[in-house]
Every structure is written in structure tokens, then in C-alpha cells.
């Protein structure tokens, strides 16, 4: 079992695009796995529209004191509640699919779009009550901050963060070994605490290359609209969304990828294929300098 090493900054930094790379070379066999977080993108749009008209029309506007708003009663606040639920579902469905196209694909195997919806479909049931757990916590998240100060959102975003990362690995485990979700969080928190320790090189490379991606355009923006003509910063705005969403589109697919590739090494200890020995061991980096072991069932 490969024991690693301490890593300094920069070698963390070179690692996240290592590991970045890796990550294109198995996507890019299947780009048209890059459908789905598009799908799932529409989908989602197509809900969150569906359910804001009714929220809008539950509602009441109010006026205190020579000012007006608006205030939801309690129909209105089911129907967010069921649009938390709906758009997480979504999303765990099309994650489900690229999990299961991405470890396919890490076995060797080829995956098509309808292969991996088709596997999503036949774990509809399965990943139903993960989404009901999601929402659920998102929704509590999302109370407590609305209520709390300046530092108290500070303190809940910290918790929804260290939610996130505790339950990072729910999914595969859930998708890949079928177990439920009881199990499954309980085994993220402890492939976590066991191999991930403080860094999270993999989902910070992912989420530094998407913010240098986008920024990169900045210039070619700015410039566009300096110019003051109209139809120049109308194309501006209009390549710039597209520019965003196309990167917000293969970055989550990547980072799905890197997820994936990255509980197949917590769960056996072997290297995926397409991913060098150097690039996988990298990723963690343990309290103490000794082997990783494989988790219990």
C-alpha cells in the first residue's frame, strides 16, 4: 500500500491540474456524457419556473408603515419546500448517471448516454431518500441563515461546507455498492476523517480552474463593452454566458469524474486506470505518514 507524503503548496497546486488532466483524458472518451449536466441544467431551470409562478401567486404583498412587500403563507412555503426537494432529486439523478458512466469507464468499459440514464432510472427509488435528506438540510441551512447574524451565517455556512465535505463520497456509495443512506453517510464521514484529512486537492483544482476560466474572459469582456456599441456588448454579454455555462458544464462533470475515481481508490486502495499512482496517492493527505487502509464494509 503507497504511503504518502507530506506535500508543500505548490506541489498541491501542480497536483490539482495533474489530477485535473487525468480527469479530462477519461471524460473526453465519453464527451457526450457532457450531456447530462446540460439536461440536468434544463431541467432544473423547467422546475425551479414551474413552482415560482404558484409561489408568486400564494403570496400576499403587505404594507407597514408606508412601505410595501410581500408574504408567503403556508401553501407558499410547502411549495418551496417541494422545490428544494424537486431540484435536489434532479440533480442526484443526473449525478447518478455520471457516477455510474465514470466508474464504467475507469473499469475499462465504454458508457453512452443512454446507458447512464438508463442506470439513474433503474436507482430511482434508490437515491430517492438521499434527495429527501438533501433538501431537508439544505432547507434547515437556509432557515437558520435568514434568521442569524452577520457571524451567525458565517458560522452555518461553515457547517453546510463541512456537511458537504463529510458526505462527499454518499453518492458512489450509494450508486456502486447499493447500500442505504443511513450506511452511506456513515461511511463517507469515515473514508473522510480516514484519508481526506484537511485537503481537498481534487474539488479545489476543480473549482480554481472554473474560476480562472471564467475570469480569463474578463479582458475579452471588458474590452467588448468599452468599445459602447451596441451590438458589441450585446454579443459580450451573450458569449459570456455561454462561456460561463460551458464551463460550469464540464467542470461539474469533472469533478464527478475526479469523485468517482477518488472513492475507487478509498474503497480498494488501486489506482484507477487514467489516473497515475503519483496523481491519486497525491489527493489525500493523512494525519499520519502510514498506508491507507480499505474501509469496512
Not at 104 to 120: I, P, V
Not at 160 to 181: D, K, R
Not at 254 to 277: H, I, N
Request: hydrophobic letters at 55%; one cysteine or more; glycine letters at 10%.
Amino acid at each position: 500500500m503507497p504511503v504518502p507524503v507530506a506535500d508543500t503548496g505548490a506541489m498541491n497546486f501542480r497536483r490539482s491540474f495533474a489530477l485535473l488532466k487525468a480527469s479530462w483524458g477519461v471524460l473526453s472518451t465519453d464527451k457526450e456524457l457532457l450531456w447530462l449536466p446540460v439536461i440536468s441544467g434544463i431541467c432544473s431551470l423547467v422546475v425551479a419556473a414551474s413552482f415560482g409562478v404558484p409561489i408568486f401567486l400564494t403570496g400576499n404583498e403587505t404594507t407597514s408603515t408606508g412601505s410595501s412587500g410581500f408574504a408567503l403563507g403556508v401553501p407558499g412555503y410547502v411549495l418551496i419546500a417541494l422545490t428544494y426537494f424537486v431540484l435536489a432529486y434532479v440533480t442526484i439523478f443526473f449525478n447518478t448517471a455520471l457516477v455510474w458512466a465514470a466508474n464504467e469507464r475507469l473499469e475499462g468499459r465504454d458508457a453512452t448516454l443512454g446507458s447512464a440514464l438508463a442506470s439513474a432510472r433503474a436507482r430511482a427509488g434508490v437515491i430517492l431518500p438521499w434527495a429527501i435528506v438533501t433538501a431537508t438540510v439544505s432547507l434547515i441551512i437556509r432557515a437558520i441563515e435568514e434568521r442569524a447574524g452577520f457571524i451567525g451565517r458565517i458560522v452555518i455556512g461553515l457547517i453546510g461546507v463541512a456537511w458537504s465535505l463529510v458526505t462527499f463520497l454518499v453518492l458512489p456509495l450509494i450508486v456502486l455498492e447499493h447500500v442505504s443512506v443511513g450506511a452511506a453517510i456513515k461511511e463517507s464521514a469515515s473514508m473522510f476523517k480516514r484519508t481526506w484529512g484537511e485537503n481537498m486537492i481534487g474539488q479545489g483544482g476543480v473549482g480554481l480552474v472554473a474560476l480562472l476560466a471564467i475570469l480569463v474572459a474578463l479582458p475579452v469582456a471588458f474590452l467588448l463593452f468599452a468599445t459602447g456599441v451596441t451590438a458589441l456588448i450585446v454579443a459580450a454579454i451573450v458569449l459570456g454566458t455561454v462561456w460561463i455555462v460551458g464551463v460550469m458544464i464540464v467542470t461539474s462533470a469533472l469533478s464527478v469524474v475526479f469523485q468517482t475515481a477518488l472513492y475507487r481508490y478509498a474503497s480498494s486502495g488501486t489506482v484507477p486506470p487514467g489516473f497515475t499512482e503519483d496523481q491519486i496517492v497525491g489527493a489525500f493527505k493523512a494525519k499520519k505518514k502510514r498506508g491507507l487502509g480499505a474501509p469496512s464494509a
